[in-house]
Each structure stands twice: as structure tokens, then as C-alpha cells.
């Protein structure tokens, strides 16, 4: 029984052909977003120029990540616990909690009906998903395959 305790762990990887394709794509369309982002930067914004700058800066922060993934995606560099950590998945999970609680407080509700309600719905799922990802990513990492001596 404890032999197959060892395959449970084990994520499957998707094959490098189609890895490349799919990190070149990606890349390329990050990099059309990064430099639309360096446009709220240097195109001066006269009712928000704060704003643009911190929402440009924080994109292009976005931008930058996703590049570093397309690399890792494309030169097929290994990492322990798949694209992104434990702690990223928390964090991406947190938006998506956030996303249906802002809709509320900007009337998206009001105006979109039930398909909002559907999103909100998924948004939630997601989020569990990914905590329960992240969770599993972070157990399977502490643990290792040796029996223990108790």
C-alpha cells in the first residue's frame, strides 16, 4: 500500500511541445501588455497622473512576473512545486475572493444579473481551488518519500 503513496504526490507535466508554443505565445502577449503599460507611465495623464503611474507601475510589475513563468515555461528550467509557489497561489486566490465582494460596492450585480452572480460563483471555486492547491503543494514539499522510524 505505502508503494503507491508515492505516485499521489506526482502532478502530471504537460509535454514540452506544448509547453513551448504555449509560453512563446504567452510571452509575446505579455510583452504587448508590458508595453501598454509603459504608455500610463510616459503618456502624462492629467485627471489621475498618481494613479496612472502606480496602476501603470503595477502592471508592468505583472508583466515582468508572467515573463519570468514564459522563460521558466520555455527554456523548461524545473521547480519543485510546478509554476508558481504556495504563497503565489494564496495571493492569486485572495484576488478572486476579492473580485465578487468589489462588485457588490460598484453595482455590477444590479446591472449584470444572474451571469454575475454565475462569476461570483466561480470566482469562489477558484478560490478554494487554489488554496487547496497551494495546500497540497506545501505538503507535499515538507513531506519525503522514506518511511518514517517510529
Known sequence: MDEYAVFE?????????????AGLILGLFTLICGFASLSLLFV???????????????????CFWVLGKCF???SGRKNRGGL???????AVSFFLLVLPIVGLFTGYYR????LAIFQ?????????GLR?????????????????ND
Open 9 to 21: 504526490n506526482q502532478d502530471k507535466e504537460l509535454p514540452r511541445w506544448v509547453r513551448m508554443p
Open 44 to 62: 502624462p495623464n492629467k485627471k489621475a497622473p498618481v494613479l496612472a503611474t502606480v496602476v501603470g507601475l503595477i502592471l508592468l510589475l505583472a
Open 72 to 74: 521558466r515555461l520555455v
Open 84 to 90: 508558481m509557489s504556495p504563497t503565489t497561489l494564496r
Open 111 to 114: 446591472e449584470m444579473g444572474a
Open 120 to 128: 461570483a460563483v466561480m470566482y469562489f471555486f477558484g478560490f478554494l
Open 132 to 148: 487547496g492547491l497551494a495546500r497540497k503543494r506545501e505538503l507535499g514539499g515538507s513531506q519525503t518519500n522514506e518511511p518514517k
